[in-house]
């Protein structure tokens, strides 16, 4: 056996698997022989031994052809490890099957831009064979659909219209350009089959796309229920780092409902709702409209920004320890785990750290006292720009005449930071110090940074690049990526970055500012006098994109009295939303 690197073991644990699954076969019979196989490639490369990419898909082809199931899982870990060398089945292979075991997530190439990257698997549907793209080209691809889905059809986005309303469009333009009309879909009333409810799967990772984006943890298998009445149903407990809601989907019914989370049975003790009441969605089966749909819900509700707790006054002292606890393990566990170490050390390094300290203590400590250390790379963006960018640097010094320039600085600073955060490859330093030190960076008016700070540019540069690199240095050095990619998300979601752009609540503030100026008969900044509130609203979500005038109406609302309603400035809507952690089955000594 040794010249084909099997080993008597290998037969061995082949054997135990044909056992448990209740198979008589001999030592010497193909199937053993194959699993045996698979048992050795997967123990050599447990092993960290060389094992070439044909010898891996023979592992796995020979598997395939003679014990395909009750197999021990070799067949998908075989797949997994095939992914990540970027190996991946064409269409027809396997008799069109493969998709069935090979991993709805992993990491390797990327089908679009080859980088190895974190990858989820799409299906086969919309004239598209199943691919496994990275989170950026997943977002390319639905922007190029959406583009050819204008194209096609003639019909584009009105504002604030629905996404079923621009779903029938589009549908009445297709019908109309074939010239017949298209029957109506059968009402679906028997129980789904298997390749239906993969659909239905991923239709929903798919509009929950936002909330993964964001650090939650998006299952890729859900609990399903099915009746008569609401036909195929998927259900699941969404979780951010102690955070949780339970979602419902119906989707014969086109509905989404995100609950409250309750911890019935005491399994999680240090956990909490990010959600105070039911809310509903209508998404749809098809579009890629139903995938903003739940974006702007979810940033309305606070989902897509790191959560803010705080422990309910009078709780018992020593569970709201053990939850301060528990969000320092949420914290700095990923840096122990980086550097293989326990987490009280790095714990003590971290406050210790000449470069760390004061930040644990004022932005961590105080300023983001609530915050909880959730993973959130839109939300570290901003804490990349605040911290890298406007305060510890030179930019201060050198503060620009205007605060409608300043803030189209913050938005340049923050758009260009975006690129290089990812919740699953972390902070990439180098694209943020190349972004924010290009002296020929420009504004969407052309205008270049530099030129805006003058002579003051090359000291805004030099203090801007120690800023990033001693951040670099942290997260390499001490931190990781993990804990790095957290401490950034804190930092971005303080007080001094409530009225930023770039939250995941943005459009919803802007909402309620239009609607209380509207409310209060005050009129709309040109052009959007005339063109409306909805308009507007939508205007603001590129607000880097709109006039001096109308910035400027946003931030301070030029014609307000002192007593409201105000701007962005002072606006409550900026205040962020806060949960309560209610440890309500302890009662503290003495009651």
């Known amino acids: 056996m040794g010249s084909t690197g ?86 027809g292979d396997y008799d069109g099957d493969w998709w069935l075991w090979w991993p709805k997530k992993g990491y390797g190439p990327c089908r679009d831009c080859r980088e190895s990257r974190s ?66 879909p059968e009402r679906q009333v028997g129980r789904p089959d298997t390749e239906q409810w993969g659909e239905y799967v991923d239709r929903l990772m798919e509009v929950l796309g936002p909330l993964d984006w964001a650090g939650w943890e998006v299952p890729d298998e859900y609990d399903s229920d099915w009746d008569a009445e609401t036909g195929p149903m998927l259900f699941a407990t969404l979780w951010r780092t102690s955070a949780a809601l339970d979602i419902e989907y119906y989707p014969r019914e086109s509905r989404l409902r995100f609950l409250p989370y309750e911890d019935v049975c005491g399994d999680f003790p240090e956990s909490f709702s990010a959600l105070d009441e039911e809310v509903e969605l209508t998404v749809t089966l098809q579009g890629d409209e139903a995938v903003t749909v739940v974006q702007h819900r979810a940033g309305a509700l606070g989902l897509l920004d790191a959560t803010r707790v705080r422990v309910v006054e009078g709780a018992d002292p020593e569970a709201a320890e053990a939850f301060e606890a528990e969000s320092l393990l949420s914290l700095f566990g990923p840096a122990a785990s980086y550097r293989k170490i326990p987490v009280a050390d790095i714990v003590k390094e971290a406050v210790q750290h000449p470069d760390l300290s004061t930040y644990l203590r004022w932005v961590v400590g ?15 963006a901003l804490g990349i720009a605040a911290w ?17 320039l300043m803030a189209r600085v913050n938005m340049a600073v923050t758009r260009a930071v975006l690129p290089h955060v990812c919740p699953y490859e972390g902070i990439d330093w180098d694209g943020i110090e190349q972004s924010l030190t290009d002296t020929d960076w420009e504004l969407p008016n052309g205008r270049t940074v530099s030129s805006l700070f003058r002579d003051g540019w090359p000291e805004v540069q030099s203090t ?42 943005w459009r919803a503030i802007c909402e309620e500012i239009v609607r209380d100026a509207v409310e209060a008969g005050f009129t709309l900044p040109q052009p959007y006098d005339s063109r409306g509130p909805d308009a507007l609203i939508d205007g603001l979500e590129h607000p880097d994109m709109q006039s001096d ?28 939303l806060v949960r309560e952690y209610d440890p309500w089955w302890v009662t503290p000594e003495g009651d």
């Not at 105080?366 to 570290?380: F, I, K, L, Q, S």
């Not at 001693?470 to 001490?478: A, F, H, I, T, V």
């Not at 998300?489 to 409530?498: D, H, K, L, P, V």
């Open 6 to 91: 099997i080993t008597e073991a290998d037969v061995d644990m082949a054997m135990a698997v044909v056992e448990s699954s209740r198979q008589s076969l001999r030592r010497d019979d193909p199937a053993v022989q194959a699993l045996a196989a698979a048992v050795s490639v997967r123990r050599r490369l447990q092993g960290e031994e060389a094992v070439t990419d044909d010898e891996l898909l023979a592992a796995h082809d020979q598997l395939y052809a003679k014990v395909p199931h009750r197999n021990g899982g070799s067949l998908e870990a075989l797949a997994d490890t095939l992914l990540g060398r970027g190996m991946v089945p064409s269409p």
């Open 366 to 380: 105080m300023a983001g006292r609530n915050v909880h250390p959730d993973p959130v790379p839109d939300a570290a």
């Open 464 to 505: 801007v690049r120690e800023q990033i690199r001693k951040w670099q240095r942290l997260d390499s050095e001490l931190l990781g990526p993990d804990t790095t990619l957290r401490l950034m998300t804190i930092g971005g979601s303080t007080s001094y970055t409530c009225h930023w752009w770039g939250q995941g609540r």
């Open 119 to 184: 990858l989820t698997r799409y299906s086969a549907k919309w004239g598209k064979p199943y691919r496994y793209l990275c989170a950026r080209c997943r977002k390319q691809e639905l922007a190029d659909d959406t583009a050819y889905l204008n194209s096609v059809t003639g019909v584009t986005p009105e504002e604030g219209e629905s996404a079923e309303s621009l779903f029938s469009r589009r549908t009445a333009a297709l019908i109309g350009q074939l010239g017949s009309q298209a029957a109506a």
């Open 549 to 576: 005038a109308v910035l400027d109406w946003l931030i301070d609302m030029p014609e307000a009295p002192v007593s409201g309603p105000h701007g962005l400035r002072h606006h409550p809507a900026t205040q962020p």
């Open 388 to 404: 890298c960018w406007r305060n510890e640097t030179a930019v201060e010094a050198h503060h620009l005449p205007s605060d409608v």
